[in-house]
């Protein structure tokens, strides 16, 4: 396995007591694997997805100086680490084997402490740490901002070391776009039982493995269930007012596409609604929507559909009675 190097010589001007001034290297090391020569390029990470995107680094001690070693990970904006990930996955041991202590978040970063404290010449360890995204990171991807876990290494005596370069290891966001389309007007007879299809469609990058659908009973309507193609009744997961919300997970999604839990880049999920008509002026919208931590990240336009009655005009036959 090979790694690139991104090294900094951090001088250390200690003034001792007898007016003279003495220099010393403490260095550190900040490699990544590489192919060709180049770093390996990241993963990238799944907007909103449960699963836990893995980044490493690889640390090196080439100087007695390195002690009480710090390792802090600047995470872009939207970009979360996921807590009880950090792992050592190698190291030099197994004399004086290396282990890392969480200490949560730091003047903003998320930061681990490496013991044991005096580390020595020749010393190295494999640091990897997971990552999540939430809609946050959207609007840096939409600016064109970069996607880098910053390293920054500080130990006793103001010794530092970082790989800040955006050059290096930066990886890219992926994000799901829904939308939504329906047949069409219906034409039916006022009071009948109707079955609508809608198609919702993922057309982003991002895969998603949940997302909710809406619908707005409006005036002269009343849904009675909504399902899949398949038969799967989708329950209410909620109400507000006049609108019913539906939770699209796994369990439907697994019925469509490749069968693998997620809705990627231009599959398709489709329910069926069955409502009755109750008016002959009557409303319905539908949408859809998906985000995590409580936040939407991309919506739907309302999608509105007309269901026409049919028997607007009575069909009346009128015949004259002359009672004369």
Known sequence: ?????ITNKISLLLVLSLGLVSSMIA????????????????????????????????????????????VSI???????????SVNIVADSGPSSPISVVDQGVVNGMQSFDIMPEDLAVGDFFILEWGRQANCEAIAGQQAGDFFKD???LNWENMGTNSDLDESVRSYDLLVGSLSLVGE??????????????????NGGQGELDEFTFYIIDGVGISTLQLETLEGTIIPTSSTNGDTLFYTISTTEIN????????????????????????????????????????SICQQTTTLEQ???????????????????
């Open 184 to 201: 069409g007007q219906i034409v039916t007879s006022l009071g009948s039982t109707v079955m609508r299809e809608l198609t919702i469609t």
């Open 306 to 324: 007309a269901t026409v009655i049919d028997n607007l005009v009575p069909n009346v036959d009128v015949t004259q009675i002359n009672l004369d």
């Open 74 to 84: 600047d995470l872009p904006e939207g970009i979360t680490y996921v807590p009880g």
């Open 27 to 70: 260095q550190t090391e900040i490699l990544y694997t590489t192919f060709d020569g180049d770093p390996l390029p990241l993963e990238a990470v799944n907007t909103c997805q449960d699963s836990v995107f893995i980044n490493q680094v690889r640390v090196e001690i080439t100087s007695d100086d390195v002690n009480q070693l710090t």
């Open 1 to 5: 396995m090979f790694y690139s190097k």
């Open 150 to 152: 910053g390293v920054i």
């Open 255 to 294: 019925e469509y596409g490749d069968f693998d839990n997620h809705l990627e880049n231009g599959e398709q999920v489709v329910v069926k609604r069955t409502y009755t008509v109750t008016e002959c002026d009557n409303y319905s919208g539908y949408g859809a929507y998906w985000g995590c931590n409580g």
